[in-house]
């Protein structure tokens, strides 16, 4: 369908990548925890609190599936925990090329370390929380990926760049 999907950890850059990817293609982008959080009018916190992470889960396997029946030559950037299941990741394949955004635990702590809006990092250890996160979920993103972009230490020029050469 000839979308460019952006896959990665949480603070790995989708949501910037997508906009200024947006941007330099000229093409529409799509956030899916925005639209998640626009259909249940609420935020991700609020979701996972009221309904749990199960719930949230199924709207993010909803949503794609809307994706596929009108989305083309889009920019879709999705939320970490989406690629997870193996229902998605045939899904997103399915919807396009996919680029995993690739970043260390130390990048990811470095800019999330003061976050609040991300219901998995709230305990009181996040640094070993994502440590541990990344470990359990790099091998699905690699799974789900066709391209696999390292953004640690590059600014955003380099990583456009990275992609733009692989768009197809
Ligand atoms: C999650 C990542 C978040 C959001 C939710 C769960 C995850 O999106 O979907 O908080 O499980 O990694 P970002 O990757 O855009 O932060």
Redesign the pocket.
């Known amino acids: 369908m000839g979308n460019v999907i952006l896959i990665?950890?949480?603070?790995?850059g989708?949501?910037t990548v997508g906009l200024k990817l947006s941007y330099r293609l000229r093409r529409p982008v799509i956030?899916?925890?925005k639209e998640i959080e626009r259909e249940e009018k609420r935020s991700?916190s609020d979701i996972?609190a009221a309904d749990g992470e199960q719930y949230?889960r199924d709207r993010?396997t909803a949503f794609l599936r809307k994706l596929l029946k009108s989305t083309n030559n889009q920019i879709i950037?999705?939320?970490?925990?989406?690629p997870?299941r193996e229902e998605n990741r045939q899904l997103l394949h399915e919807l396009g090329q996919v680029f995993y955004l690739c970043a260390s635990a130390e990048t990811i702590y470095g800019r999330l370390k003061n976050d609040t809006?991300?219901?998995?990092l709230q305990g009181t250890d996040p640094q070993t929380k994502i440590k541990t996160?990344l470990i359990e979920r790099d091998s699905c993103y690699r799974d789900a990926a066709d391209v696999v972009i390292v953004v640690d230490n590059k600014d955003f020029e380099q990583i456009l760049r990275e992609i733009e050469q692989h768009v197809n």
Not at 8 to 12: L, N, R
């Open positions: 990665g950890f949480m603070g790995s989708k949501t956030d899916t925890d991700i996972f949230f993010e950037s999705v939320g970490g925990g989406l997870l809006v991300r219901p998995l996160l």
